[in-house]
Structure formats: structure tokens, C-alpha cells
């Protein structure tokens, strides 16, 4: 999904709205991580005329299936993203700016995704902030009571029962 500059580039108007626009995409690889989207991503921005360069803005609303971290429960979550940048043909580069790499004076709406989960990869994703994990003896998830581990009813070994009677 591409947006040609070229026409902007010429026109005295300093500011260019990009519509919604949604990515048909609903999975994505990068390096060795894998984002699988439960609705497609939207895409929509802004671009402006800066002296003699163009600056891009954009909001990304990604809608991403994820695991809790701590327990592996499944989660539907949306974020928003924004990704800002000087847009520059690859052989160009600005320093004072984040850089947006164009082609043929196009903007790629994928590459703007891709920026945006980038730098977003650190998330911790949790089910709930006071999410109790699983337990490291049986697996069983904590939130759901399904460790019997430290449980009364657990059969204790009637080798420790005496144990027990003893600590009394
Ligand atoms: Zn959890
Ligand atoms: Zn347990």
C-alpha cells in the first residue's frame, strides 16, 4: 500500500491529509517476531511541506493477538501508534529527525507499520497487572485456583503425616 508524494512535491499547498486507510495484512514477521492481527491495521496522517523537506505523521491502530506473559492466556488487544519522520530517499539522511526511507517518491504504508512495531516491541503484555502467573511445580494457572500444590486437600505422603503431627 502506497502514497505518491510527487504530486504534492509541486502544489503550493503546505499540508497533505492521508485518509483511513486499512492494510489488508493479518499477519507479520519481522526478524524472529511473529504479530498476528485479529482485525486489520489502520493507517491515516499527515504530510507537511518543512523548508525543503517533507514530514511525515502518522497514527497506526494495530489490533494484535497476544499472550499474557505470566499466565499464556490469550488477549485481544488494540494499541495506537504514532510514527513521525522526515521522509528521505534512501541515499539522504537527516540527523535532527527521525527518518521515514522512500522510494520513488512513494510512501509504503506497510514500512510505516513495521517502523511502528518496531519500536514497540519492549510491551510486557499482561492479562492483568496483579496476574499471578503459573505455578512452577504443576503449570496450573494461579488465577484459576488450578495449582493444588499448597492446597489442604493435597495427599500428603503418610510418611510426612507423623512429620506434621510432630511440627504441631
Ligand atoms: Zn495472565
Ligand atoms: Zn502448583
Known sequence: MEISIKEFKGLSKTTMAIENVVLPIDYKKIGNLEYHFYKK????????????????????????EEQCSRCLKELHNSYEFQVDGVLVDENLEY???????????????????????????????????????????CGGNLNLDECICDSEEYDVDPRLEKLKDILK
Open 41 to 64: 491495521p489502520e493507517i491515516r496522517g499527515k504530510l507537511s511541506k518543512d523548508k525543503s523537506r517533507i514530514i511525515g505523521e502518522f497514527e497506526i491502530n494495530v489490533f494484535l
Open 95 to 137: 540527523e535532527d529527525f527521525e527518518s521515514i526511507i522512500i522510494e520513488d517518491e512513494k510512501v509504503n504504508l506497510t514500512q510505516i507499520l513495521e517502523i511502528a512495531l518496531i519500536e514497540n516491541t519492549s510491551i510486557k503484555t499482561l492479562c492483568d497487572e496483579g496476574c499471578k502467573g503459573l505455578c512452577k511445580t
